[in-house]
């Protein structure tokens, strides 16, 4: 019992620090849109973290790089 407490543990421990790596990447996202868009730009909004996370996450799939090395 006193293994399955560790084991999860170690799991909430985990996936708590890739969230927070994850907000923290996005960060200068934000201060990018933030500080350069916004006021290059009419018409646009300032945006949270919550909205640079998803615009990460976004861009992350959208621009996934997809070369795979051959083999000699």
Do not use: H, Y
């Not at 868009?37 to 996370?53: D, F, K, M, N, S």
């Not at 998803?54 to 996934?64: D, M, R, S, W, Y």
Request: net charge neutral; charged share 15%; with cysteine.
């Amino acid at each position: 019992m006193k293994d399955a407490i560790v084991a999860l543990g170690a799991i909430v421990a985990s996936i708590a620090t890739l969230l927070f790596l994850s907000f923290l990447l996005a960060w200068p996202v934000m201060e990018l849109w933030n500080q350069c868009l916004v006021p290059a730009v009419e018409g646009t909004r300032e945006i949270g973290w919550l909205q640079a996370w998803g615009l990460q996450f976004l861009f992350a799939l959208l621009f996934k790089s997809t070369l795979t090395k051959k083999e000699a």
